[in-house]
């Protein structure tokens, strides 16, 4: 078993620990000329057909997440544009809400001492008038939203009332302030509506309209360039592509837009021409991680910038990496669709909500609940356990090394077992992450 690296991270590109253990082949590739590639790249960190002499672990690969996914810079929106961007600046009230005392019931609006002792056997009939102002013995016919007029201080409810022609009659009593919404009652102005880092929602929306503020500053959503390798199978009858949809929804979840930078040709190619072109605020490079003979990301990084970190403790998503090229972020993400998942999870997702002024931590919904049966883990490893809810009780969909994405459709979420545990025992009660 690899040694799980506890040190520093380094600084380019890690030594390749191990000798070959055995040699590739079957798909096409030509092995003396890969044998010569491998020994000119061998002081560069090639683990193919070598497996990873040491690992990062969990904790170091999520600090090079933080130290690289600084938030974006601000932009202003439209207010109608503005859901679910993220804050810049704090809000604050521009006015009074409401700005001006209103009605909230419809009815008439009346001087409540006048109603006193009005009953269905001692009705009391007023003059219906017109607004602005209400003189004594008079009623004014309002609806909701509309300025109280002068002179009211409650309104009556047309179930106590019957107008007849320019007569009311009350038919009960009505309190002062029944009926009424006084100015400032919601919010007062200069009070704080939303701090830095709020992800704004419809309601926030209508308050900010309401106010009559019509553009906020957000953080730029990050683009996220999406290079993806085509799936491992018969060159006759290739897989479809599992990761780009799976992707594209995640990387819009967390805030990012997704950019397609290229799925055909060579990966290496591929990767080096998405690192080289304009646009884009990090890279994700989904596939060829690994240690077999095709698996070129980790050398396409290196060589067109820097290769950080390749092989981290966690399972599923181990041969996930992390460099750069010049100020772009570069992750790779692993090409089996559950990896992937699990390696986005854990790392890009926190870089794309990082760079958008998000909290980086896990953004599902998470409720606690005791194992039913055994969560199987191996020391020294993160792993993500997908799990389902049975009975409000939580039982594995699989192991985290087995039971592919079909085990992630299964489940209604996942739990992150810590690597000093082996696991946790039924009775033992864990933090599910909800899947959306």
């Known amino acids: 078993m690899p040694a799980v690296r506890e040190s520093r991270l380094a600084g380019g590109i890690r030594e390749a620990g191990q000798p070959p253990a055995a040699a590739g082949g079957g798909r096409g590739i030509d092995l003396m000329a890969f044998d010569e590639e491998r020994t000119r790249g061998a002081s560069g960190g090639d683990v193919r057909l070598r497996g990873f002499g040491d690992l990062v672990a969990f904790g170091e690969a999520l600090e090079w997440v933080a130290r690289h996914g600084s938030p974006l810079d601000v932009e202003e929106v439209d207010v109608a544009e503005a859901v679910g961007r993220v804050l810049a600046a704090p809000l ?3 006015a009074d809400l409401p700005p001006f005392d209103r009605v909230s019931d419809d009815g008439y609006a009346v001087c409540s001492g006048e109603t006193i002792g009005a009953g269905t056997y001692n009705p009391l009939l007023l003059e219906l008038r017109e607004a602005p102002g209400l003189s004594p013995g008079g009623a004014i016919l309002v609806a909701a939203g509309m300025p109280l007029p002068r002179g009211a201080d409650a309104v009556m409810p047309f179930g106590e009332a019957q107008a007849n022609g320019r007569a009311l009659e009350v038919l009960g009593s009505v309190a002062e302030g029944v009926g009424i919404e006084q100015r400032g009652v919601q919010l007062r102005s200069g009070a704080t509506l939303a701090p830095v880092g709020r992800a704004l929602r419809p309601q926030d929306l209508a308050v900010l309209a309401s106010l009559g503020v019509e553009r906020v500053s957000v953080v ?9 390798a085509a799936a491992k199978g018969d060159a006759r009858c290739p897989p479809p592509d599992a990761n780009g949809p799976m992707l594209r929804a995640l990387v819009e979840r967390d805030g990012g837009i997704a ?9 290496r190619a591929a990767i080096r021409e998405a690192m080289a072109a304009q646009g884009g605020d990090l890279l994700l490079a989904v596939g060829r991680t690994g240690t077999g003979p095709d698996d070129e990301a980790s050398l396409a990084l290196a060589g067109a ?3 950080d970190v390749h092989g981290i403790a966690v399972r599923p998503g181990g041969s996930a990496g992390m460099g750069r090229a ?8 692993p090409g ?3 990896a992937c998942l699990c390696a986005y999870e854990l790392f890009a997702g926190a870089m794309i909500r990082r760079m958008g ?3 980086p931590r896990l953004p599902h919904a998470a409720l ?6 055994k969560i199987v883990s191996t020391i020294g490893f993160t792993e993500v356990c997908q799990v389902r809810l049975v009975d409000g009780r939580v039982e594995p969909t699989g192991s985290p090394g087995s039971g592919g994405i079909a085990s992630a459709l299964r489940a209604d979420g996942f739990v992150v077992v810590p690597a000093p545990l082996e696991g946790y025992a039924p009775g033992a009660r864990v933090l599910v992450h909800l899947h959306s």
Do not use: F, M, N, Y
């Open 305 to 307: 910038g820097q290769l």
């Open 357 to 359: 002024g998000r909290d």
């Open 326 to 333: 010049g100020e772009l972020p570069v992750i790779l993400l």
């Open 336 to 338: 089996d669709p559950l």
């Open 368 to 373: 606690e609940a005791e194992v039913s049966r």
């Open 92 to 94: 604050h009230a521009t």
């Open 259 to 267: 950019l397609p930078a290229g799925t055909e040709g060579d990966h």
């Open 220 to 228: 730029r959503r990050p683009g996220v360039k999406l290079v993806i």
